[in-house]
């Protein structure tokens, strides 16, 4: 499956975003995805993730309040609604699919075989 991320730029601190991945494949429905970002400098790390049904889902510490992810499988895509965001929340923005990833593993970039381009958000101050 070939992944289009889209939807960063450049917002104020506070502001909101929605990033979308949206997926070549019809078959979609049927794998699971993940949010991972990278600072300038920093390893990739974990955001959210949900299950291919859309019934389970994940954040990370740092995003858990303000982040939603969500999908529609219909559309072929996903999305990371992003709000209150600040400085930290800088990066690069990546999203990723399997469809043999078991819980336990969602939140580990390693798991993933497919992968989108990435797409920038800026938060300034």
């Known amino acids: 499956v070939q992944l289009q991320a889209s939807g960063g730029g450049l917002v104020q601190d506070g502001g909101s975003l929605r990033l979308s991945c949206a997926a070549s494949?019809?078959?979609?429905?049927?794998?699971?995805v993940g949010w991972f970002r990278q600072a300038p400098g920093k390893e990739r790390e974990f955001v959210a993730y949900?299950?291919?049904?859309?019934?389970?889902?994940g954040y990370a510490a740092s995003v858990e309040g303000r982040f939603t992810i969500s999908r529609d499988n219909a559309k072929k895509t996903v999305y990371l609604q992003m709000n209150r965001l600040n400085s930290e929340d800088t990066a690069a923005y990546y999203c990723?699919?399997?469809?043999?990833?078991?819980?336990?593993?969602?939140?580990?970039?390693?798991?993933?075989?497919?992968w989108g381009q990435g797409t920038l958000v800026t938060v300034s101050s």
């Open positions: 949900i299950r291919w049904s859309g019934g389970h889902t």
């Open positions: 494949e019809g078959t979609f429905s049927r794998y699971h």
């Open positions: 990723a699919a399997d469809t043999r990833l078991i819980l336990s593993n969602m939140r580990n970039p390693n798991g993933y075989a497919y």
